[in-house]
């Protein structure tokens, strides 16, 4: 039996930063092999240097950074010593690559057909016709049904998942050995995202090509990887076979984000007490009417059917669902950012949804929200200090007494007190979401909404801001909504769960209910879409040496 | 963690400092405000600077060279037709081109971010009758409105600067509409709103402060496109009325000598064009120091 060469072969690679940066490398003596017919995953938090691995493989570098050591082994040739055009002449052809953002990825202007025929025009002579033959052959081959179809589509006709698909398909058109895939499945849907994680299980068994899969999240490594390598701070801090970095991680760091990823909590939850309720909604709905344009006639869509709930004071309950499941639309009516067509919400003695727009004011400090992006939801011309007074100063407060609950609230949120009189920018996102919750604080309000307040922090930050939420809830006795597409987190910080699809309540109950056994098909559905379900997060990895 | 501290904090300064050391760094921010700094401080103290009456004629020097085309120190600029000291009627005629610029410029700001912003912000009915005043607006040709109104009511120098006023306000109510539409689809206005906040508030705290680099940016750009404006009516004689001092009319009067003077356009012409040029690169230097983006 031969030896098997990998497909690609890294050696000592670092990649220079510009000076003045917060460090010299954005990637440092890096060594790492891909084999063919392997998935490699690179690991790692934001600016780790996982992409600028990727894209220095790909010879994509932005013009500021430039490798300075090192040398990228493909197909028996160093690619950092190879011309610029012969580089390029590899790319789509011997490598390809596949993006996060399937939105932008592909041309609006051309259906997808032609832009798969395309790569065949640029890279091979073969006959029109065969260059139709093959795309449909690819539509197939990533599971498009309908390939006719599909091949005629503009891109907008598509939905992300199937947007991704021809991602994909575009990348595998001339049979690359090393696939490149940047988080190609952040974006995605949780049920979407298991449909294109199995593709490419299949790919590999069918294409024998190395994969390097770059993302940031657990489940998706234990869902596909063969080999896992940890990336902190452009630094490789530990590589190795994925069932052992997974279930025995070394290195601390590892360690840390394995044990941040979220989790049911192990303690069974006993069963609660009646206890008052803070927000009682019922037949809670919202159509939105679609003018007409002049090709579609006008329609409703009914984003948001007739729902019913109540939050017991002091518990936390979880809202989950995906994209279009409603979930953003009922948080927008329960703060009337928009008016519900139907229903009634009830905090306390107050009909929060029938108060007219004039007196709705007042109650408006008994509902806070903290929004998902944290670069969005803070003003950035204004310091923080000044918007975190602005509530209890609209409720008629003095600037001074808000003051001083500002700097106590900054303590509690584990942020120095001189914060407030910096601006937003010099903060990074889980600061910032950080801030966010003391914003809401402020007003001191008996319930306060999550919505995917910790979806876009890092797994070890996103740790951190949910542990500060599980306590500023017990400190204040508030009651929670937390809105999340994440099971693995609702797991964690819920009590009780409800799950929307289509607008609807399809399924409620405990935690250990909703997962434990599940009753509606769609929650099924979700729960085996979990990437990584199989995996049993080993426990106290920090603290076992 | 340590790191972390580090790169958020190299020396301390205040936003302030911060904002004046990246002014100090922008070199097209640096130039611009130089030489609108002399430009205004001239027109400021004509009266003190300029050499001469700018309204006293002397018939017996007449179309007088500058000094760099063989004139005498007595007029550095040389004169006019009607021997009048060409510096000193350059120095009044700055104050004319600067008040119509900066005027204008206001009273077109406040209609156009007005009627900008409360369209972008509720959207709907109000929207639609901002885009139906913009276009009715965009519609109507800003140089013969002009020209048309100012033949009924006479050149002079409030007619001007309210005609235009009232025609410049399109590229704010624009640009202001669509920054306000995106400026209300953020978190932090939901927020404000949350939280109570006014509408007024929330226009002034949030909307305002962020729309506010276009607004500098249009605002420079109708400033300039004022100043021009006046001295193309001036120069058809339709503007301010001789014998006030303006660069417009005293490109006018030097058409005739064009072959023979050149330097009597040349004068004006160059004012003018060091008046735009900075003005513009002033606005784009402040849009680029005041956006949050590079406050670091």
Sequence with gaps: MTEVRPVLSIRDLSVALPQGGDRPFAVESLNLDVMPNEIVCIVGESGSGKSITSFTTMGLLPRTLRATSGQIMFGGRNLLEMPEREHARLRGSEMAMIFQEPMTALNPCYTVGDQIEEIFAAHTSIPRAERRTRTLALLREVKLADADRIHQSYPHQLSGGQRQRIVIAMALALGPRLLIADEPTTALDVTTQAQILNMFKELRRARDAGIMFVTHDFGVVAEIADKVVVMQKGRVVEQGPAAEILNRPQHPYTRLLIDAVPRRRPEAQAPREERPVALRVSGVGKTFNVARTLFKPARQVAALKPVEFALQSGETLGIVGESGSGKTTLVRCLIRLIDPDSGEVWIGNTDFAAEPRGRLRSHRKDIQIVFQDPYGSLNPRRRIGDQLVEGPVNFGESRESALKRARELMRIVRMDEDSLDRYPVQFSGGQRQRICIARALMVQPKILIADEAVSALDVSVQKEVLTLLADIKRQFGLSMLFITHDLRVAAQICDNIIVMSNGEIVERGTVDEVFGDPKHAYTQQLLNAMPGRAWKIPDNVVSNQ | ?296
């Design chain 2, 1 to 296: 963690m340590s790191a972390q501290t580090v790169a958020a904090v190299p020396p301390r300064l205040t936003p302030r400092q911060q904002l004046w050391r990246r002014a100090w760094r922008h070199k097209g921010l640096v130039f611009g405000a130089t030489v609108l700094a002399v430009i205004v401080l001239l027109a400021v103290f004509a009266p003190l600077v300029a050499p001469h009456d700018p309204y006293r004629q002397n018939l017996l020097a007449r179309m007088v060279p500058p000094v760099f085309l063989g004139g005498t120190w007595d007029h550095p600029l040389g004169t006019d037709a009607l021997g009048r000291d060409y510096l000193s009627r350059l120095l009044y005629g700055a104050r004319i081109s600067l008040m119509i610029g900066f005027v204008t410029a206001m009273i077109s700001a406040v209609i156009g971010s007005v009627l900008g912003i409360l369209g972008g912000y509720f959207g709907g009915k109000v929207d639609a009758v901002v885009t139906f005043l913009i276009s009715v607006r965009l519609a109507m040709p800003v140089v013969l409105v002009a020209l048309a109104v100012v033949a009924l009511l006479g050149g002079s120098l409030i007619v001007m600067m309210t005609v235009l006023g009232l025609l410049l306000w399109d590229r704010f109510a624009v640009v202001l509409r669509t920054a306000t539409r995106q400026v209300r689809s953020m978190e932090y206005v939901a927020a404000a709103e949350v939280l109570g906040a006014s509408l007024p508030r929330i226009l002034f705290k949030d909307i305002l402060p962020n729309v506010m680099s276009q607004l500098i940016v249009i605002a420079t750009l109708e400033m300039a496109h004022a100043i021009l404006l006046e001295a193309s009516l001036s120069f058809l004689g339709l503007g301010v009325r001789p014998p006030t001092p303006s660069w417009g009319l005293m490109i006018s009067e030097g058409k005739e000598m064009l072959l023979f003077q050149p330097w009597l356009i040349a004068i004006p012409g160059v004012a003018l064009f060091l008046v735009v040029i900075s003005i513009n690169m002033f606005g784009d230097g402040v849009r680029d120091i005041t956006a949050p983006e590079g406050r670091n």
